[in-house]
């Protein structure tokens, strides 16, 4: 059998470390670059004002700036995020477990859980400041309400994906339904898991943001409510990009989980 030999470097990359580094730069890290510059030189020669449309070195300045009013407003969204996410995650894949299990509970509330995703939060949002207030517990609610949909339902779709053959081959071989669970059905399920767990991570933000749209005193929606209402466009372009980031992290921590999750896929690439 034939071995492939892995590429090498030319010889230019290798006896120049400058070459070397850039050589592991992401392609959308300079993808991103590119973009930043092009929107530098275009604001730049077309006169763009900046409560229109302001250059990246403007918001660059406007986080250096506003930085100490950013940071903390941004770790309020992100607690929000984070606390609303895990709340959903005890709450989902439990739930998902049942209605895989129990037929009865499955045709009582799977049907509920898809229709209740037909009614935006925005609608639902105001329901719930006056129910609970304009403290955290609202914000909390609402990301829990946009997150748990995908989370469910991948899981669902992963639990009933194992093959019924190799489940009847199991409980033939002594399995109990807990073995069954925890050694068959859940490690294939982890991949549709994990799909809408990273579903879920960008619905979260976006549950913050709406919730601290409709009604807050802090957080980076509420940055972007108070700066557009004095036309501040660059301070809501550098609240936007501190909640891209947010998400961005999120989702990549994430997938580390995944690969500490199922190492077996890993190997196999």
Do not use: C
Not at 123 to 149: D, E, N, R, S
């Amino acid at each position: 059998m034939a071995v492939l030999a892995e590429p090498t470097a030319t010889p230019a990359a290798r006896g120049n470390p400058v070459l070397r580094i850039l050589g592991k730069v992401s392609p959308s890290a300079w993808s991103l670059l590119v973009i930043l510059v092009l929107w530098e030189l275009s604001v730049r020669i077309g006169n763009v004002p900046a409560y229109m449309l302001p250059a990246p070195s403007q918001i660059f300045q406007e986080f250096i700036d506003y930085g100490h009013r950013l940071l903390p407003n941004a770790g309020v969204t992100l607690f929000e995020v984070l606390l609303g996410f895990t709340l959903s995650v005890l709450i989902s894949i439990p739930l998902a477990v049942l209605i895989v299990y129990s037929r009865p509970i499955e045709r009582m509330i799977y049907p509920l859980i898809v229709s209740s995703q037909t009614v935006p939060m925005v609608a639902v949002a105001p329901l719930l400041l006056t129910w609970f207030g304009y403290g955290m517990t609202p914000k909390i609610v609402i990301v829990i309400l946009q997150t748990f949909f995908p989370i469910v339902v991948n899981t669902v779709m992963g639990l009933n994906s194992a093959s019924r053959e190799m489940i009847y081959l199991a409980k033939s071989m002594g399995a109990s339904n807990w073995q069954v669970f925890w050694k068959f059905r859940l490690p294939q399920a982890l991949p549709s898991i994990f799909a809408g767990l990273k579903l879920a991570t960008a619905m979260s933000v976006i549950g913050a943001i709406v919730a601290e749209f409709v009604g807050a005193n802090a957080g980076l929606g509420y940055v972007i409510l108070v700066a557009g209402a004095s036309f501040n466009i660059t301070r809501q372009f550098a609240a936007i990009i501190l909640i891209i980031l947010i998400g961005v992290v999120f989702f990549a921590v994430l997938e580390q989980v995944e690969k500490l999750a199922m190492p077996w896929r890993r190997i196999a690439r």
